[in-house]
C-alpha cells in the first residue's frame, strides 16, 4: 500500500522556501538522513495545520535519523491531541547541524506549531531576535507543490 498523499508522485511541501520530500503517514517511508522534519495534520488528504517541527541528527541510536525519529518521539502523544484529521511526515534533508537547527527554529517561529518547546518560550528575549530576522511570529502558510513529471 502506498502511503504517500498525491496523484502518482512524492508531493513536496515548500515551507519558508525549503523543500520538504514526502508527505507520508509512516516516517519509515522518509530516508534514514539526517535533517528537519514537519509532523502535520491532514484534512481531506491535503495538508491543514503543522503540529511540530524536529530535527535528527542522523544514525540509528536512541533519536536517530529522519526514519526514526519522529516514530521514537516523546511528543506523538500531542500530535494526536491536536490533530482533527491524518496525521503525516515531511523532510528537508541537510547534514550540517547548525544548518538544521536554523531551519527548525524559523519554521518553528513562523509556523508557531502546537506541539514542542521554542527556544523564546525558555528565554522570552529571543522573540524579538527572531521577529527580526524572520518577520512575524505565525506567519507562514502552508504550500503544497508536486514535482512535475
Not at 512524492?10 to 519509515?28: C, K, N, R, T, W
Not at 503543522?50 to 529522519?66: F, H, K, Q, S
Not at 513562523?110 to 525558555?122: F, Y
Request: negative net charge; proline residues 7%.
Amino acid at each position: 500500500m502506498n502511503s504517500d498523499v498525491g496523484f502518482g508522485s512524492e508531493p513536496h511541501i515548500s515551507l519558508a522556501g525549503y523543500d520538504f520530500h514526502g508527505l507520508v503517514m509512516e516516517p519509515e517511508s522518509l530516508a534514514a538522513k539526517q535533517g528537519v522534519y514537519v509532523v502535520m495534520c491532514l484534512v481531506s488528504e491535503k495538508p491543514h495545520c503543522v503540529l511540530d517541527v524536529g530535527t535528527a541528527e542522523g544514525g540509528t541510536w536512541g533519536g536517530g535519523n529522519i526514519r526514526k525519529r519522529p516514530a521514537r518521539h516523546n511528543r506523538r502523544r500531542c500530535w494526536h491531541e491536536h490533530c482533527h484529521g491524518t496525521i503525516a511526515y515531511a523532510a528537508h534533508y541537510v547534514s550540517d547541524v547548525e544548518t538544521r537547527l536554523d531551519i527548525e527554529g524559523e519554521l518553528r517561529w513562523k509556523l508557531d506549531p502546537p506541539c514542542g518547546v521554542s527556544p523564546w518560550t525558555i528565554e522570552p528575549e529571543l522573540g524579538a531576535t527572531y521577529e527580526q530576522k524572520f518577520g512575524p511570529k505565525g506567519s507562514l502558510c502552508i504550500a503544497l507543490s508536486f514535482p512535475e513529471g
